[in-house]
């Protein structure tokens, strides 16, 4: 089951790292802050704990605009899911 919400960005944990397009970041900030946020990230729920492994750049932006909360597709899933993602 998938929903859609608003996460606190303090609430989501992203365990692999990855270097962002500073442009990519700069555009999206301009479209967030005059229009919002249209696409949300991908989630992960497992065990009460978000984990992000996409929307690197639109979680980034988010960020730089001091936004509290990104708009997300959370997916619950169990934690051979969460292995999966890590491997």
């Known amino acids: 089951m998938v929903r859609v919400q608003e996460i606190p960005l303090n609430q989501i944990k992203r365990p692999l790292p990855r270097a962002n397009d500073p ?28 984990y992000g492994f996409s929307g690197c750049h639109r979680y980034e932006a988010c960020q730089r605009l001091g936004k509290e909360t990104v708009l997300a597709r959370v997916r619950k899933a169990p934690k051979s899911v969460l292995k999966m993602h890590l491997a």
Do not use: W
């Open 23 to 50: 442009q990519k970041v700069q555009d999206l900030m301009e479209s967030i802050g005059a229009i919002g946020q249209q696409e949300p990230i991908d989630v992960l729920e497992v065990d009460g704990q978000y």
